[in-house]
Structures are given as C-alpha cells and as structure tokens.
C-alpha cells in the first residue's frame, strides 16, 4: 500500500505497518495452501498431502509468532517504550528459522509436482512459493535495519522509510483459473474487492471463486465508487488503508449515497485498530475482519452477509408487489367506485354513510330492451350496449354527475353528490339530453327514457367481497317511477326539479299522471335547456 512519508514515523505506525507486512505474505501462503490442498483431495493427489499440510502449518506457525512479538499490550498501548533493538532480535531470532523451513517446504513442492498436475494446481504454487521469498526478504529487510527515526532522531534512515512506505502492489502473475476450480463452482452473488495490495486482490479474487461468486477487484476507492456506479454489486470487500480514497472515507461516500447505502461491506485491515473497527461499524460497515483472514470465517461471513442482503432485497421485492397489487386494486375500486369513496376506504377501511340535502337523481332505460335481446345475436346485443354506457360514461364525467351504476339496460347517476354544484339538476339535464342524441347515433334501432328527481338521499358503500357504492331513499324511487312513466326520447322531471331549471329551460307539463307508489305527481316534459 502506498502511504507517502514525508516524516519520521512513530513507534505506533512503525509497528502496525511491520505487522501488515509480515503477514500479508502469509496470508497468500495459507490461502494458497488450503485451496491446493483442497486440489489435492479432490483429485486423489495423496503425494502432495504432507508436503501441503506442512506448508500451511508454517505459514499458521509464523501468523502466530508475529503476532505474540508484535501484537502485545505494551506494542499497541506504549510503543515507544519498547525496546526497538531487542524487539528486533528477538523477530529475526524467532521467524527466521520457522521462515527458512517454509520456503524449504515450498521449494521442494514445487519442484516436485510435474505438468499434470501442475495444471491441477494451477498458479498456486507459484503464489506459495514467491510468498515464501517475501516473507524472508521482509526478514532481512529487517534484519538489516540500523535506525527507526524516532525518540528524538531528526529523519529515519532509508530503510526506515522504505518498510514504512511497503504499502506498494505486490507483482504477482494473476493467471487464468483453469480446471482445478471449475467444479468448485456455484450460484454466489457479485462481489467487487477494494484492496491496493495485489497480493491480496490476488487470493481473495481466488478465494472467492472457488466459492462460486463472481468477482472483480479494483485497487482503490474512487476507481471503487465509479464502478459501483457502473454496475450492480451484491457486497463489497473494503480495504481500510489506502491511497487516494481509503476504506473509510469509501464508506462514507457509499453509505451517503441512496443507491449504495443499503450495500453489504466488509471491512478488511492488517492494523489493529479497535477505534476503526468501531468507527466502521457506526457508519454501517456490516462486519469488520482483521487480516490475515481465515478462510472459513471469511467466507461464513460473507455467505451471512450475502443471504442478509438477498432477504432484504426479497421484502423489498414483496413490498414493492404489494404496493403495485393495492396501486390496482385502487384503480379496479376506482371502476366501480367514485374517487372520494376510494379514498376514504384505503384510509379507514370503511366508508360511513351520509345523508345529502340536495341531490338530482337520474335514470336511464332502453325502451323494448328486452324483445330486442330475445330477436338479436348476444354479440349485437353486447356491443351496442357496450357502446351505449361508455358514451353515457363519458357525458356524466363532463357534466360532473357520479355513476352509480348499471342494472342491465338500466343507467342511474347523480349530480350534487360528491363534487358539489350551483345547480344539480341542470347538470342532469343537460348530460340526460346528450345522452338521448348519443343513443340514436349510436344504437339506432334502440330509444331511451329519463327520468330526474331532486332531494335528500342516503349514500354509503355496501358490501364486502364485492364493494357497491349506492343511493337510498324518496328521491330515488320517485326518479324510478318518473323514468318508467316516459315515453321513448324524452326526458321528464318532477315538479320539484322543474322548479330549479324553469328559467333556464324550455319544456312543458303534461299534467297530473298517476306513478305507482306515489299517487298523482305533475311532470315536466324538457326539450332543451341553456347551460353555462
């Protein structure tokens, strides 16, 4: 990774960055090792078993000893307190020889495997072996190290700054993964990995593979972001330290954004620095793992995060069906109900009836209805009357009456109801003698009665599986029997509903007539009326 250093170092710095260096490599050695021995089993390559388990027993052996030297208490709480020298002796003295035996053991292993099963193996061998080489050169690297610049030194030596400043990619050949993975494959989830380290994007590429999960690596954050918003991922691996954009300020700009906010990551670090942990995991990181990782824990908790996400993109999923099937179960409510009643039942689940003063009730009949079906195909039948109510639709939205419904050949509305008016049965009116002009247009062979009344009516929604918005009360039967007395083409009113329109209509009475249930009612027979 690289981290321009301009300055000497502190004690603090010098040795976390000695921990991530030492144990980068052998994070390669034991992944590497434990997928070859997978290899190894799966294609009865018994030869190579005890070569491999010693390789990555060393490799766990060294993880072990740099961190008892270098991961106590008094290191990361009072690191300039510790003897430099003596830490340094007792490093060379306690990894060189376990060092030496690694890369004994992982020049005799690749000597020895010949092209099949090299081809097997694929590169991993080679990773193990380079690996090997680099822990050993970090060692005399190390070894070789006269001063650490500070306690009171006026600038670090050479050497100094260059261990300091290792954060660079590590070149190692990412070859393509041949046979030995293929039947390792599964159903996994898009995974980007953000590390500077090519040794690291390297095994975690593999790693992740092998698990069945498509991968891309990318080496810092912005190159991170920018491809995020290229393409969608299922989780994101996030290296801590960086340059250009590190881990955390990655996470920030992820987290704030919409898109990526809900986006599982993982926080990967080699510094063991509980005050990042923590800050990660406040911003929203979903899990933090120290490195080098083991293997089994990384893929348990991506496999967790993986399913977390793919639970929370399901009830995503199922909400937004809900929020589509009650969107048209709205709009189908919306057929059979007015806008108002919609809304009222979405909010409070019922509708309480009311009672309106003043409302101009409307009906509708086709004269000789039922001769005409019993003499005519069901489809002629079907589509006049098709035609007949979308026209009847349409007028009584322009004339803001509400339909309240259709009964066979039968069409009742309302004006006054819902959307209030100046003069509801003027409304009626008009709409009633387009409509009259409609039928003849559209069903010639067919004529139709009106009949309008004017009063207090009951409204309410009645109902449960099948909900029907309706009308009750005097006016409405009374606005029946005015339809039923009419004769074809014509549109009667009452006397109380003659009585809003007489200024501004022309029509004449046709006298007392007896309507059943009502006794002697006075008529209005409208011809045409002057509307705004």
């Known amino acids: 990774m690289e981290t321009a250093v301009s300055v000497t170092p502190t004690a603090k710095e010098y040795f976390s960055l000695m921990r991530h260096e030492l144990r980068t490599p052998l994070n390669a050695v034991i992944g590497y090792g434990e997928m070859m021995q997978e290899d190894a089993q799966d294609y009865f390559l018994d030869g190579y078993q005890e070569q491999l388990d010693e390789v990555v027993a060393l490799g766990k052996e060294l993880n072990v000893v740099v961190q008892e030297l270098l991961g106590t208490p008094e290191i990361r709480e009072t690191p300039d307190v510790v003897d430099v020298d003596g830490l340094r002796q007792q490093v060379i003295a306690r990894l060189t020889p376990i060092s030496e035996s690694l890369l004994l053991a992982s020049t005799r292993l690749s000597v020895k495997a010949n092209d099949e099963d090299q081809s097997?193996?694929?590169?991993?061998?080679?990773?193990?072996?380079?690996?090997?080489?680099?822990?050993?050169?970090?060692?005399?690297?190390?070894?070789?190290?006269?001063?650490?610049?500070?306690?009171?030194?006026?600038?670090?030596?050479?050497?100094?700054l260059d261990l300091v400043q290792q954060y660079q990619s590590y070149v190692?050949?990412?070859?393509?993964?041949?046979?030995?993975?293929?039947?390792?494959?599964?159903?996994?989830?898009?995974?980007?990995?953000?590390?500077?380290?090519?040794?690291?994007?390297?095994?975690?590429?593999?790693?992740?593979?092998?698990?069945?999960?498509?991968?891309?690596?990318?080496?810092?954050?912005?190159?991170?972001?920018?491809?995020?918003?290229?393409?969608?991922?299922?989780?994101?691996?996030?290296?801590?330290?960086?340059?250009?954009m590190d881990g955390i300020q990655t996470l920030d700009v992820l987290k704030a954004d919409p898109k990526t906010k809900e986006l599982p990551v993982i926080m990967l670090s080699a510094v063991d620095d509980m005050d990042k942990v923590v800050r990660c995991i406040e911003m929203g990181a979903e899990e933090y793992l120290p490195k080098p990782f083991e293997r089994v824990l990384l893929q348990a908790r991506i496999g967790a995060a993986l399913e977390k996400k793919r639970l929370r993109d399901r009830e995503r999923m199922y909400l937004e069906q809900i929020e589509i099937e009650k969107k048209h179960s709205e709009e189908l409510l919306r057929v059979i109900l007015p806008e108002e009643i919609v809304t009222e039942l979405r909010d409070t689940n019922t509708v309480a009836p009311r009672r309106y003063e003043e409302v101009a009730v409307m009906f509708c009949d086709v004269v000789g209805f039922t001769p005409y079906c019993e003499a005519n195909e069901p489809e002629e039948?079907?589509?006049?009357?098709?035609?007949?109510?979308?026209?009847?639709?349409?007028?009584?939205?322009?004339?803001?009456?509400?339909?309240?419904?259709?009964?066979?050949?039968?069409?009742?509305?309302?004006?006054?109801?819902?959307?209030?008016?100046?003069?509801?049965?003027?409304?009626?009116?008009?709409?009633a003698l387009e409509m009259v002009n409609d039928t003849a247009r559209i069903a010639p062979e067919w004529q139709v009665r009106i009949g309008i009344h004017v009063g207090p009516v009951i409204a309410g929604v009645v109902g449960r599986k099948k909900y029907l918005f309706d009308l009750?009360?005097?006016?409405?039967?009374?606005?029946?029997r005015v339809e039923s007395y009419g004769k074809p083409g014509t549109v009667h009113l009452t006397r109380e509903a003659w009585s809003r329109v007489e200024r501004i209509a022309e029509g004449q009475s046709v006298g007392m007539v007896e309507i059943r249930g009502k006794g002697q009612m006075d008529l209005y027979q409208v011809k045409s009326i002057q509307f705004p």
């Open 381 to 431: 039948v079907v589509a006049y009357l098709q035609g007949l109510v979308e026209s009847y639709e349409d007028l009584a939205g322009r004339y803001k009456l509400e339909k309240i419904k259709t009964i066979g050949d039968a069409f009742m509305a309302a004006a006054g109801l819902l959307i209030p008016l100046e003069n509801p049965v003027a409304n009626c009116v008009k709409c």
């Open 472 to 480: 009750w009360g005097d006016t409405v039967n009374t606005a029946a």
């Open 172 to 244: 190692s050949t990412q070859k393509s993964l041949s046979s030995g993975l293929d039947h390792h494959k599964v159903a996994g989830g898009r995974i980007l990995v953000v590390d500077d380290n090519e040794m690291n994007r390297s095994l975690l590429f593999d790693q992740l593979y092998r698990q069945g999960h498509t991968v891309e690596v990318v080496d810092n954050g912005a190159e991170a972001i920018q491809r995020l918003r290229e393409k969608p991922f299922d989780m994101v691996l996030l290296d801590v330290m960086m340059p250009v």
């Open 120 to 160: 097997i193996l694929t590169s991993n061998l080679e990773r193990v072996h380079t690996s090997a080489k680099r822990f050993k050169g970090l060692l005399e690297q190390i070894a070789g190290q006269k001063g650490y610049g500070w306690g009171g030194e006026a600038e670090a030596s050479q050497k100094t």
